[in-house]
């Protein structure tokens, strides 16, 4: 275990200060800060409500649930109970650049959330998937070069992202597949009943 954690604080260590450069002293504060996304991510969900048909007003429904449960998860249930500091307060060759804050550290909300949009819309809209991707690594990295969070809260936060995200699908999908069925067969009836009455 210790072993584990050194491994994990030099990670840490070098992907925060280790490639510090003035570029992105300036990106990833920015990459960081979700308020950036919250009009594109509000026009993208209007367009697929308005737009998408059935499949975009579902998918906007089951997106708005996901994030709801990767969020609280993240942040009011695992944070609390595991109780990791952030390593800004902990690590002393740590590279603060936009303040530490007194939250915790362990499943970083960012990475959970993220990642949860990305696998969920990447899925439905296979075009999309590998940019979403990019972008949630993307916005976790700048968690931990801004020394806010450990690599494995990063990878945690994926993990737990990724797959509730994967769960939803799947039911969106069995929801679908059910719906499909009822309708095939509620067809060859209704199919009949108007040529008969023909």
């Known amino acids: 275990m210790h072993s584990l954690i050194g491994f994990d604080t030099w990670l840490f260590l070098?992907?925060?200060?280790?490639?510090?450069?003035?570029?992105?002293?300036?990106?990833m504060p920015i990459v960081t800060n979700l308020g950036y996304y919250r009009i594109p991510l509000f026009l993208g969900l209007a367009?697929?409500?308005?737009f998408g048909g059935g499949k975009g007003r579902s998918a906007v429904l089951l997106a708005l649930i996901t994030v709801t449960l990767t969020d609280q998860l993240a942040s009011s249930i695992l944070k609390p109970l595991i109780g990791r500091v952030r390593p800004c307060h902990v690590?002393?060759?740590?590279?603060?650049?936009t303040g530490c804050g007194n939250t915790l550290s362990f499943p970083s909300g960012h990475a959970t959330t993220s990642m949860a949009v990305a696998i969920?819309?990447?899925l439905l809209y296979r075009r999309w998937l590998w940019l979403l991707i990019v972008l949630s690594v993307l916005i976790s990295y700048s968690r931990v070069y801004l020394g806010l969070h450990y690599p494995s809260d990063i990878l945690a936060g994926w993990i737990?992202?990724?797959a509730i995200a994967w769960g939803m699908i799947r039911l969106y999908q069995s929801v679908l597949r059910r719906r499909m069925e009822r309708w095939r067969a509620?067809?060859?009836?209704?199919?009949?009943d108007s040529s008969s009455g023909r």
């Open 14 to 27: 070098h992907l925060n200060a280790g490639v510090a450069n003035s570029f992105f002293d300036w990106l």
């Open 47 to 50: 367009s697929l409500a308005v």
């Open 91 to 97: 690590v002393e060759a740590v590279r603060v650049i």
């Open 120 to 122: 969920f819309f990447g």
């Open 160 to 162: 737990i992202g990724g």
């Open 186 to 192: 509620f067809r060859p009836r209704w199919s009949a």
